[in-house]
């Protein structure tokens, strides 16, 4: 059957059905059930999975790519069994051209590996989820985190895509140019589709410069919607910050705790501004006094970059700081709406998380409109579950009512399903025909995205 | 037929076979030979926009948008005759929301005419084609301008489209949110696709602040391919300029005689630095140090707004300094090219134009990459066609093979159509699935894009 037909074409090294690896690929970092695969496939290169592709489409077998099993909606998950594609063997650096400040790169490199690469060069690749995902699986989530609200999300770093249809044929999206208006844009369409329109296996990103200087700030405010309308004068005064996250007290004592960090517990905005000295000692300086004005309780600048790390070190472990409990697994609301609707929505998310009667937090990438519930519970208690979901959809539903996406870096993956008729109405239509008209046999990470 | 049905179901004051009227739909700024449509409509709201579509599907006849006619490849002229859809009174601002950043507008609104009304609230909507657009046409052509190299292209500033499909439905693309991982990107797949796969009735823009402070800036070098590749050392060094356009000396001395200019006939590079005073001030004396190490002829800035205004002026008036001789129409080239390509390029551009024995510019937005020329000849002249064309698809073809684009903004339109499959690939035949997809009648704007 098709197993013997994979190892017989790729080679047994890159095949396996060894039980540790069906448990591990059967799994992310969400609370959705775990679903173990049939195998799981190492390719090497793009023929490698053209001829997985062309094996899967043979056998009518289901294939699901794989990058670090960082998500947070179970977009990794193959709920209908079959081949799960691991991209840790393709994660080389194709081509580095720091005079285009363009990298291409195969799917499997992680964020940090990239910079580890690159970084010497004065560049860098700044989109950073909390994890340290693969490059690929952060171009099929469109994922972004604290910097976006200067550089974008993924999708804006993308010049090209290489990408294994299901046909087996393989494409290229884009050109290394930083823009162009030549046909239809398929880069776009496919940052974003979570595996189920084609498979990833080439991608070319624009670079960053690493600002000459950067300074970073706190501070605190007693009520949480103050922070995020604070957090909304920055925006609307033009001042360009790098990063602009919103802590509530909730998840500052858990980290903390966690952590065995020190950061005074109240509701936070943690700032950082980049770019020249003096341009920066001025934008911070305006920050600092329209802050001031709306009664924030101190402002305190972190000087070194150490001091720098340790807070960003702190922030990037909130989730782990809820969820590294035994026993406990934590659900993920991730809302994005009009900036103007922060500071109400914000206030919800802490009523209806409180009304969870659970351990939880509100925290997020307040500079895009972008923050996070997380509620942690006990996965064997259907009832504490339900409890959980149930504030995470409530947010999510008001979310879409004043104008924002129910998801704005997460994606859908069995998570969000449910929400996409409201929030993309007779738009899922169009959606579910792309789908069928690039998948006909649904052979891409069934059971994602669509209700 | 469907000329009275259209009068029926709008209303005789909505539709018109006037002469002058067909005459001005009939073509747009290209060399492209005009063809006159059966009628123009002009849509007051969706609606009508819908019973448009409606009766074009019932009687089998094209349909293609017109916003400003101020397209470079022949976008707007209706080839198979039919319907042309003028938006110019659907040129209402639906929403201004200035907290949020966004602004939602109907697609005739010009990107001027926004500008009136936003730029008091401290606003701005940055992209600048040297006409004065429309938006639903920038939308249509992803078109970008100067300021791309900071705020990047239309694609990047569309929250959400509404779009009216071929079958009648309209459909939302996005939210207001900044960010979204929810669904198909919808969005960045309908913007560039030049009214081939659906018509644009409502457009969701994200704005930015109008800065504090800028400086302008000019510097000439002896070489053309000097400027270039201090273009690119301007990028590399990760100056954050708002422009940066290189001209040349024959576009320079073009535009002098036409608008009574006096610029110094040179090769040269104007800049835009903008942000806080201290920023700018920094970053423009980095830039002077950098320039004078290449060997700049000096380097000038222009201090008062009034000097700025009448340097961007010149630079919008390049394409009509060429094109306003009686009896002379103009081919422009418009290729985007990884960075560390423009030296060659350029020059490149420069040998091709003066082999073709016509007069001709060089000149562009180098900051991305992006440069146009501009060729002179007389419309009558088929040989003087033929070798205007004959440079122009050189260097495409050329941009194309160092990994870049053969339209960085103006779009593909019937110019460039001979060029999608060098540039695309396997890819094209995907895109030629989507527009099977979504409009199987090929009902909306026929020949464009597609070979
Ligand atoms: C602590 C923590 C913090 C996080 N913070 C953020 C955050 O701030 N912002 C954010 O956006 N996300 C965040 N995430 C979520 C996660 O890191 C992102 O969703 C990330 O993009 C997942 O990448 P991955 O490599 O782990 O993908 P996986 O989880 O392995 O897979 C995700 C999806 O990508 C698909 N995929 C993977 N590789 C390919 C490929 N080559 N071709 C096609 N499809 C492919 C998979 O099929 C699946 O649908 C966080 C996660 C954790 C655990
Ligand atoms: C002097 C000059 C300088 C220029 N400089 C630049 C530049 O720097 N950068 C740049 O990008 N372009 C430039 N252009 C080209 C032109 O301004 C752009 O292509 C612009 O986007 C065209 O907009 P328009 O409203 O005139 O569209 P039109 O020319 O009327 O139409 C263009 C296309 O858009 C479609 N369209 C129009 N409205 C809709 C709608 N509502 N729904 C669906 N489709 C629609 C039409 O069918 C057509 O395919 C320049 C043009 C001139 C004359």
Aim: glycine share 10%; aromatic share 6%.
């Amino acid at each position: 059957m098709f197993i013997s037909e994979l190892k017989k074409r790729l080679g047994t090294d890159k095949v396996t059905q060894n039980e540790t690896e069906l448990y591990r690929h059967s799994k992310d970092e969400s609370p959705h059930p775990p679903v173990e695969p049939d195998v799981v496939c190492f390719p090497e290169n793009t023929e490698d999975v053209v001829t997985i592709v062309e094996i899967a489409d043979q056998f009518g077998v289901n294939v699901t790519p794989y990058g670090a099993g960082s998500g947070l909606e179970g977009q990794a998950i193959p709920i209908n069994k079959g081949i799960s594609i691991d991209f840790e063997r393709m994660n080389k650096v194709l081509d580095f051209s720091p005079e285009d400040l363009t990298v291409t790169v195969q799917p499997g490199i992680t964020r940090m590996q990239l910079n580890d690469l690159i970084n010497k060069h004065g560049l860098q690749f700044p989109i950073d989820p909390g994890a340290d995902a693969s490059v690929g699986g952060m171009v099929a989530n469109n994922a972004s985190g604290t910097t976006a609200v200067k550089y974008g999300s993924m999708r804006d770093q993308l010049l090209n895509l290489e990408i294994v249809l299901a046909n087996g044929k393989v494409i290229r999206t884009g050109t290394r140019a930083k823009k162009s208006s030549s046909g239809y844009n398929l880069t776009g369409l496919f940052t974003g589709s979570e595996g189920t329109l084609g498979i990833v296996t080439e991608i070319t990103l624009r670079l960053h410069g690493i600002p000459e200087h950067i300074i970073a700030a706190r501070c605190t405010f007693d009520e949480i919607e103050t922070c995020a309308a604070a957090a909304t004068m920055i925006l609307q005064s033009g001042i360009p910050v790098l990063r602009m996250e919103l802590v509530d007290a909730q998840s500052i004592a858990t980290v903390n705790a966690y952590g065995d960090y020190d950061i005074p517990v109240a509701h936070s905005l943690f700032f950082e501004f980049a770019g020249t000295k003096g341009g920066t000692e001025e934008e911070a300086a305006t920050a600092e006094e329209l802050m001031r004005e709306l009664g924030c309780n101190g402002w305190e600048t972190a000087g070194t970059s150490k001091e720098r790390a340790q807070l960003w070190k702190a922030r990037h472990e909130m989730s782990y700081a809820y969820s590294h409990t035994e026993g406990v697994v934590v659900a993920g609301g991730d809302v994005c709406v009009p900036i103007s609707k922060l500071p109400e929505m914000v206030h919800l998310a802490r009523e209806l998380t409180d009304a969870s009667g659970l351990k939880s937090g509100v925290f997020g990438h307040v500079g895009d409109g972008n923050f996070h519930t997380i509620i942690a519970f006990d996965p064997n208690n259907p009832e504490e579950r339900a409890r959980a979901e149930q504030a995470n959809e409530a947010l999510a539903r008001r979310a879409i009512e004043v104008g924002g996406s129910c998801t704005g870096e997460h994606g859908v993956g069995l998570g969000k399903r449910q929400l996409q008729q409201a929030e993309h109405g007779e738009a899922l239509e169009i959606m579910k025909q792309m789908k069928q008209m690039l998948d006909p046999k649904n052979l891409f990470n069934p059971g994602k995205i669509f209700p």
